[in-house]
């Protein structure tokens, strides 16, 4: 056996993730008004798939330590609560809301929240990490009312972007790995190189389609799915700056072929709608 572990058990993992995890995860959160401006856009494209008056119930999956998405919700009137697996990073963010939202411990296979109790779930940069996204997906199901939208973010396996940076893996054009090789570097992360994942513990495993998570969607109860591409408007900062995007976007939404390459890139945002 390699002499990493030869004191160790395997499932202990790399010894570098200690405390390097915690400072990488809160040294990549977004801070600031370009937070606050991307959560203010996030609030105007559901609006367009529900009301949402002041006081509507917002739940946050997977909040960490510095959770500005709540306290800018919260600022916003609406009624926020987060949950959030690690008991460090809990305690970390009671203290950055001050009492503006209420944070819970808890996870996106186990949310401890009431059946149909929430207007919107927020789950952003999460279901990628999670054991099981179909679990997942099901309890997010579950504490929405009827008509409420669970807004996901995660990771996009066609996204191409220049020399193959993602925001996942050191490894260039990671999403487009055969799975064999993507669990391969998987392991190696986890047990030799923990720097390949910016030494998180629970790196991201799960790689999406836009058609794949309509499938998903659909496997526990959601009935109708919705991109950016058919949210953003022409004030959006994507597109304001730029006629030919605006132009390019108006003619794919009425063209499923056009749409559909869109989404190839686009596709690692949805939101699901439960009616």
Not at 28 to 54: C, H
Not at 60 to 70: A, D, E, S
Not at 156 to 171: A, V
Request: overall charge positive; charged content about 25%.
């Amino acid at each position: 056996m390699d002499d990493l572990y030869a004191r160790r058990l395997l499932t202990e993992g790399h010894p570098d993730f200690a405390a390097r995890a915690v400072e990488t995860f809160t040294h990549n959160q977004d801070v600031g008004e370009a937070r606050a401006e991307i959560i203010r856009w996030t609030v105007s494209y559901l609006a367009k798939v529900r009301a949402l008056p002041a006081g509507s119930r917002f739940a946050v999956v997977g909040c960490g330590p510095r959770p500005l998405t709540c306290t800018q919700l919260a600022g916003m009137g609406f009624d926020v609560t987060a949950v959030e697996p690690l008991p460090a990073f809990v305690e970390a963010a009671r203290e950055h809301v001050a009492g503006a939202a209420c944070i819970l411990q808890g996870s996106a296979e186990r949310i401890p929240l009431a059946d149909e109790s929430q207007d919107v779930v927020l789950c952003e940069s999460v279901l990628e990490h999670v054991e099981s996204p179909r679990l997942s997906l099901t309890e997010m199901y579950r504490v929405l009312r009827r008509g409420g939208a669970a807004w996901v973010l995660t990771t996009n396996k066609w996204r191409f972007s220049p020399r193959g940076r993602n925001d996942e893996y050191s490894i260039p054009f990671f999403n487009w790995l055969p799975p064999l090789l993507q669990e391969a570097f998987v392991f190696h992360h986890l047990h030799y190189d923990p720097s390949l994942a910016n030494y998180s513990r629970r790196p991201a495993v799960h790689w999406f389609t836009y058609a794949g998570l309509c499938r998903a969607g659909r496997d526990v109860g959601f009935s109708r799915f919705y991109s950016i591409l058919d949210l953003a408007s022409p004030a959006d900062p994507r597109l304001r700056g730029s006629g030919l995007r605006r132009a390019l976007t108006r003619f794919a939404r009425r063209r499923p072929l056009v749409r559909a390459l869109a989404l190839t890139q686009l596709g690692g945002t949805i939101v699901m709608v439960k009616e």
